[in-house]
């Protein structure tokens, strides 16, 4: 149990869909990440916020909306996918953003249709 | 630019023989090299890391080892398991406010 909890597991969308995916972590970390994992890119990040504060946005299109109302959760919302954005999701917490050890949960699986 | 490079991408052993994996990062600012392992269906848990300011580093079965003049890193398994096969990432940080992760090795440990 690493203590980063992520729902759903698995999901799947039409291009027109709108969802979002959510973290939660019970570790008191400072720092929460979203990362893309394919097989084109195995570990692409994507988002970083700390003490709720976004630090980072790595060039990601504006389909993809994160929101971090305080520390403990993160969310990913999405709309008007593509196929290519099918992946694995994975979010993942740290005490400090580049400096500590990160936590990750097990991600969600999404599909894009 | 922001860069890891990490090789093999794939890595077949029989158990019990060593496991070495290699990565190089562009960042000369970096000081902090994690290690993690991802297992099927989880996500990457991490191993073992070292910082800048030392060169070795070992935790029983698993050693890293830091060459910060030629600005790479590798990642040293001895006594290889059917267990150990998973997938390996290294990483650097960047800018005191990220991790950059290699491309993955797919260690296969046969018995």
């Known amino acids: 149990e690493t203590g980063v909890t992520q729902t759903p597991r698995h999901l799947v969308m039409g291009m027109t869909n709108k969802k979002s995916l959510k973290c939660e972590q019970h570790?008191?970390?400072?720092?929460m990440y979203w990362y893309k994992q394919s097989a084109k890119k195995p570990l692409e990040l994507m988002f970083v916020?700390?003490?709720?504060?976004?630090?980072e946005n790595n060039s990601v299109p504006s389909r993809f909306s994160p929101e971090c109302p305080n520390s403990s959760h993160l969310f990913l919302h999405l709309h008007t996918l593509q196929p290519e954005d099918s992946a694995l999701y994975l979010c993942?917490?740290?005490?400090?953003?580049?400096?500590?050890?990160?936590?990750f949960g097990p991600g969600t699986r999404l599909t894009v249709l | 630019g922001e860069n890891v490079e990490q090789h093999p991408s794939t890595l077949s052993v029989q158990e019990g023989d060593s496991a070495v994996i290699k990565c190089t990062y562009s960042?000369?600012?970096?000081?902090?090299f994690p290690w993690y392992k991802q297992e099927l269906g989880k996500g990457p848990q991490l191993i073992i890391d070292?910082?800048?300011?030392?060169g070795e580093k070992k935790d029983q079965r698993i050693a890293v080892t830091l060459n910060k003049t030629a600005k790479h890193f590798s990642l040293h398994i001895t006594e290889t398991q059917p267990e150990d096969s998973a997938v390996y990432f290294c990483?650097?940080?960047?800018?005191?406010?990220?991790?950059?992760f290699g491309t993955g090795t797919r260690l296969q440990v046969f018995p």
């Open positions: 993942a917490s740290s005490q400090d953003p580049a400096s500590d050890e990160q936590f």
């Open positions: 570790l008191g970390h400072n720092a």
């Open positions: 916020y700390n003490f709720k504060e976004q630090t």
């Open positions: 960042d000369s600012a970096s000081n902090y």
């Open positions: 070292i910082r800048s300011n030392v």
């Open positions: 990483a650097a940080n960047f800018n005191t406010d990220k991790l950059i």
